[in-house]
């Protein structure tokens, strides 16, 4: 099943062809096809040292060239910013007549893709994401400010999506949930989730733009014996609203070491809150939009909901909560290309994807 419309398929012999063709020394027995939750890109790996992302999803070939060169500029600046290993631009691909869309090499960076589960008992991954997270945002932002489509501007500009997906989560649970399997979510905890949503979405800014990744999912970090051991999908660094990277926090830790990691950040009220709803904008899209066409995302999703859900911050129960659902425009808005977490024009990949 697809993820997308238009999407592209990559031959192996296609992807052999091209790799062997730009890049000296490469023999064919180099490419090998990585199996991953990538929603954007085919991923390829050549040798021990390289690896290739063939966009999935067909788009003007000159803006997404442009879109290449933009985000291997932020490669190499996040490279640079980051204490964890981080992948490095290497070459560009043109399209042809074969695979109609530019394509990119970059360094590959070992390690084992993290999901829900596998550090979030560790106290080192906690001060390991902080000391990510301290270094990004020092980074200088050279008088830059936000100016993307996506994660990391302004919360309201997210409610129609928002109200999507609680409408979309809505009806897929009438049609498929089973109450007490694990990453279960009731009705009444979208409802939740939605009262909390609707004090989210007019939260202020906590601060200036900062340098961030903007997509810190267990699926972009690397973890090896209880330690977070590199980074990818890092071609969105750019400057945004800080607490746009602390959504990792329900992403990738339980209830204590999300204690920690705020404790080592020293994150206010204000801006802990703004990533719970940064968290939950991400989480909500990705139960339903992959809920067939990419289970791993969806249950990434069902698991950060779980535990937003649990977390008492923002809750409807405490005082002063209006609880219910808002009114939805759902019906008409259109989910962002590559999906619901999409930073134009691609998104979450595997080892420097």
């Not at 490419?31 to 003007?60: K, N, Q, Y």
């Not at 970059?106 to 390991?128: E, I, M, R, Y």
């Not at 997509?215 to 609203?241: E, S, Y």
């Not at 923002?314 to 999409?342: E, I």
Request: net charge negative; aromatic share 6%; glycine share 8%.
């Amino acid at each position: 099943m697809t993820m997308h419309d238009d999407e592209l398929d990559l031959p192996h012999d296609v992807a052999v062809r091209l790799l062997v063709a730009l890049l000296p020394g490469v023999a064919p027995s180099d490419v090998h096809r990585v199996e991953s939750t990538a929603t954007t890109s085919h991923i390829v790996r050549i040798g021990s040292d390289l690896t290739a992302r063939f966009p999935i999803v067909r788009t003007d070939p000159d803006d997404a060239r442009t879109a290449i060169e933009v985000e291997h500029r932020a490669m190499a600046e996040f490279a640079a910013a980051s204490p964890l290993p981080a992948p490095e631009p290497v070459a560009i691909g043109d399209p042809d007549s074969e695979y109609p869309m530019p394509w990119s090499v970059q360094t590959w960076v070992p390690g084992d893709v993290a999901d829900p589960d596998s550090v979030a008992s560790s106290d080192a991954a906690a001060g390991d994401l902080a000391e990510l997270l301290a270094a990004l945002h020092a980074t200088p932002t050279r008088g830059r400010r936000f100016t993307e489509i996506g994660q990391g501007g302004e919360l309201a500009a997210h409610d129609d999506w928002v109200q999507q997906c609680l409408e979309r989560t809505h009806q897929l649970l009438e049609q498929t949930e089973t109450p007490g399997h694990a990453g279960h979510i009731s009705a009444a905890d979208l409802d939740e989730l939605a009262a909390r949503w609707s004090r989210w979405r007019s939260l202020g800014r906590s601060g200036p733009d900062v340098m961030c990744h903007r997509d810190l999912t267990p699926m972009n970090m690397l973890c090896a014996d209880g330690r977070l051991t590199g980074v990818l999908d890092t071609g969105g660094f750019c400057p945004a609203d800080p607490s746009v990277d602390l959504v990792p926090a329900w992403h990738l830790l339980d209830a204590p070491r999300r204690d920690l990691l705020r404790e080592h950040l020293g994150s206010s009220d204000l801006e802990w809150e703004r990533g719970a709803a940064w968290a939950f904008e991400q989480a909500i899209g990705l139960v339903w939009y992959y809920d067939t066409s990419n289970p791993p995302m969806a249950a990434l999703g069902r698991s950060t909901v779980r535990r937003l859900v649990e977390d008492p911050i923002g809750s409807a129960r405490l005082p002063g909560w209006t609880t219910g659902m808002a009114s939805s425009s759902a019906t008409t808005t259109t989910p962002p290309l590559g999906g619901p977490h999409a930073r134009r024009p691609r998104r979450t990949a595997r080892r420097g994807s």
